[in-house]
C-alpha cells in the first residue's frame, strides 16, 4: 500500500469562461446586403446574396469555438503544480466546474515511480478525459520523473470523496453478471480467488477504454495490474441496480462493484 498518503485540499476555483458573441440577426444581415448592393438588382439576386450571407454568418468554421465542443483542452484553466516536502511528492491538480481531479506523484522513497489518482467528480470518464489529458500533458512534457511513472492507484473504483462517479463499478457489475465465470448465487467466481478473476476480467472486458484511449495519446498502455478488496452485495443494494435491472439482473443476484486498483503503466508496444 502507499505510504504516507498526502491530505486532500478543496478543488480549486474554476475560471468562468466568456461565452462566444452572438451571431448577427438577419435583418441586420439584409440591410448590409441592401447598402452594398445597386438599387437597380432584382429580388432574385438580393435573395442569393442574403442566402450567402446569412450560411457564412452561421457556418462553424467562422463561429467563434464552443468550449464544451471545439478544443475542450484548449480551454480549461492550466494545471496547478505543488511539491509536498513532507511526502515527497508533486501534486498536479486540474478542475472545471464542479469536477476536480488531483495526481499525486510520487518522487522518492518506497512509493517512487507511483501517482495516485484523487478525484471529486460525478461525470462519467468520458467528460473527465479533458481534465486528465491536462493532468498528463503536464507530467509528461515537464517532470523530470516522468519516466520512472510505472504505476497509478486509482484507489477504490467508489473513491472517498462526493461526488463521485459510479461508471466503473456498473461495468463491474455488469461484465460479472454477464460472465459465466462468476456464480450470481455465492457471488464469488466459479474458480480461483476473487482477486484474479477481477483482474483478468476487467483487462478482458470494456470496463476502462478511457484510460487505455488517455494513455494512448502519450504514446503507453494501461493494464490492471492488482486487485485488492474486492467487494460484493446483492443487486438491489447497489445504487445503480435499476440500470442492472435493465440487463436482467435479478434482486438477489450477488455481484462484485467496488475494488482496490492498482495499474500498471508502461512504453506502448509497436
Same mark, same amino acid.
Given at each position: ?17 466568456? *461565452? ?38 452561421? =457556418?462553424?468554421?467562422? *463561429?467563434?469555438?464552443?468550449?464544451? =465542443? ?25 478542475? =472545471?466546474? /464542479?469536477?476536480?481531479?488531483?495526481? +499525486? ?12 489518482? *484523487? ?14 489529458? &491536462? ?6 512534457? *515537464? /517532470? &523530470? ?33 454477464? =460472465?459465466? %465465470?462468476?456464480?450470481? &448465487?455465492?457471488?464469488?467466481?466459479? &474458480?480461483? /480467488?476473487?482477486? %484474479? ?7 478482458? %472486458? ?41 440487463? %436482467? ?15 500498471? +503503466? ?5
Amino acid at each position: 500500500m502507499l505510504i504516507g498518503m498526502p491530505k486532500r485540499g478543496q478543488p480549486p476555483n474554476m475560471t468562468r469562461m466568456k *461565452s462566444p458573441p452572438a451571431v448577427k440577426s438577419t435583418d441586420h444581415i439584409i440591410c448590409v446586403v441592401r447598402n452594398l448592393l445597386p438599387r437597380s438588382v432584382s429580388s432574385a439576386v438580393l435573395g442569393a446574396c442574403l442566402l450567402f450571407f446569412v450560411c457564412a454568418a452561421t =457556418s462553424p468554421g467562422n *463561429s467563434s469555438p464552443d468550449s464544451s =465542443s471545439l478544443h475542450p483542452v484548449d480551454n480549461l484553466p492550466p494545471v496547478t503544480v505543488e511539491y509536498s516536502a513532507r511526502d515527497k511528492a508533486t501534486i498536479y491538480s486540474a478542475s =472545471s466546474g /464542479d469536477c476536480s481531479i488531483k495526481w +499525486i506523484a510520487y518522487t522518492a522513497g518506497p512509493n517512487q515511480g507511483i501517482i495516485k489518482h *484523487s478525484p471529486r467528480c460525478a461525470a462519467p470518464l468520458e467528460m473527465q478525459l479533458p481534465l486528465l489529458t &491536462k493532468i498528463c500533458a503536464a507530467i509528461f512534457s *515537464s /517532470d &523530470k520523473n516522468a519516466e520512472a511513472f510505472r504505476t497509478l492507484f486509482w484507489g477504490g473504483l467508489e473513491p472517498e470523496l462526493k461526488p463521485t462517479s459510479r461508471e466503473l463499478q456498473l461495468r463491474l457489475a455488469l461484465a460479472a453478471y454477464q =460472465s459465466p %465465470g462468476w456464480d450470481v &448465487k455465492k457471488g464469488t467466481p466459479r &474458480k480461483g /480467488d476473487i482477486n %484474479g478473476f477481477i483482474k483478468i476480467l476487467a483487462n478482458e %472486458g470494456p470496463i476502462y477504454p478511457e484510460l487505455k484511449e488517455l494513455f494512448r495519446r502519450f504514446h503507453r498502455q494501461i493494464t490492471l495490474a492488482s486487485v485488492e478488496k474486492v467487494r460484493v452485495l446483492e443487486a438491489d443494494k447497489l445504487p445503480f441496480y435499476a440500470q442492472l435491472k435493465q440487463k %436482467g439482473v435479478t434482486a438477489v443476484d450477488r455481484l462484485p462493484f467496488d475494488c482496490m486498483a492498482w495499474f500498471s +503503466i508502461s512504453a506502448l508496444s509497436q
